[in-house]
């Protein structure tokens, strides 16, 4: 039975210099459950998760983890259940790519925060899961964006929470990666954890996540199955009039293609000349 990990209740959240507003959110997360997280820029993604994750404290409204008041958690506690990772990250010392994904263990460390070998075992588990082994003695200042990402994925697996909240870790990317990347997140949500992922590719979301909530403008459009989601999309033309929702070929889950309305033009001129 799935029981309810994270519970946000009425949230909401203003931002005083320009006034925009998170307007009364309310979801359950459980434990397993893979939640994707879409809508358009700056319709209130991160700001959800900062305040999911206990580092803002929202205007009104509460979050639970586990029954507990988040921000009553302390810090460290906090980090053996639940790890977040931000949408930019910007490394500013030279630790070495194995340094950076050891650090995911110091929440479990016991007094002098010393490296056990059953850490350096679950350190090396999640360089293999990310594919960031071949990686291990580099300088994460001299990484590329993509490789960056693994590494801090890989980080915040090595925590072993019961929930990860994962903002845009997709960017920079290639093809393979990305679907490996849900392919591992549904693995670890397939053995109980929860995975919640903000992502503009909603074809992945489609493919690997159960739920789907859908933000606009500051309020929950629809958190519900994909297909009722792309529904939404479709019918309120969230991001553009020039997309295609098909079902794709092999399971018939929704897909999404943009479409170049202005191609219909040549073709017209073409018949026409
Ligand atoms: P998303 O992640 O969906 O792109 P955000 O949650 O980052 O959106 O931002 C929601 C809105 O709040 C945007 O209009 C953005 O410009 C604004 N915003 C984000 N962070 C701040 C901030 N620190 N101060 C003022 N406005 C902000
Ligand atoms: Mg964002």
């Known amino acids: 039975m799935k029981n309810c990990l994270l519970k946000i209740e009425n949230i909401s959240y203003t931002y005083v210099h320009t006034g925009w507003k998170l307007d009364s959110i309310s979801l359950s997360i ?25 580092i803002l404290p929202p205007v009104s409204g ?22 977040y990772l931000p949408q930019q990250i910007n490394p500013v010392f030279d630790f ?9 263990r110091f929440c479990h460390s016991k007094g002098m925060g010393l490296i056990t070998q059953e ?6 588990d999640c360089m293999q899961a990310t594919e960031t082994f071949s990686l291990r003695n580099r300088s994460i200042t001299e990484l590329s964006g993509g490789e960056r990402q693994r590494v801090m994925l890989a980080s915040v697996l090595a925590q072993q929470p019961g929930i990860m909240l994962l ?24 053995k109980g954890m929860a995975v919640v992922v903000i992502t503009h590719d909603l074809n992945l ?3 690997f996540c159960d739920k789907v909530l859908l933000l606009n403008k500051g309020r929950k459009e629809i958190f519900d199955s994909v297909e009722k989601v792309f529904g939404r999309i479709e019918q309120l033309e969230i991001y553009s009039k020039d997309l295609s929702i098909f079902k794709h070929p092999l399971n018939q889950k929704p897909a999404v293609l943009p479409y170049n309305s202005e191609s219909e033009k040549g073709i017209e001129n073409d018949k026409i000349n």
């Open 30 to 54: 459980n434990t397993g459950d893979f939640v994707g997280i879409v809508g358009p820029n700056g319709s209130g993604k991160s700001t959800l998760l900062k305040i999911a994750a206990g």
């Open 205 to 207: 979301a489609s493919q």
């Open 96 to 104: 070495n790519v194995e340094e950076v994904i050891s650090m995911g």
């Open 167 to 190: 903002d845009e870790p997709m960017t920079g990317l290639d093809m393979h990666h990305q679907v490996a990347f849900f392919k591992l997140l549904s693995q670890f949500a397939a």
């Open 119 to 124: 850490d350096r075992q679950i350190v090396a």
């Open 62 to 83: 509460r979050v639970h983890l586990e029954g507990k008041h988040i921000r009553k958690i302390p810090r460290k506690k906090l980090a053996q259940s639940m790890g």
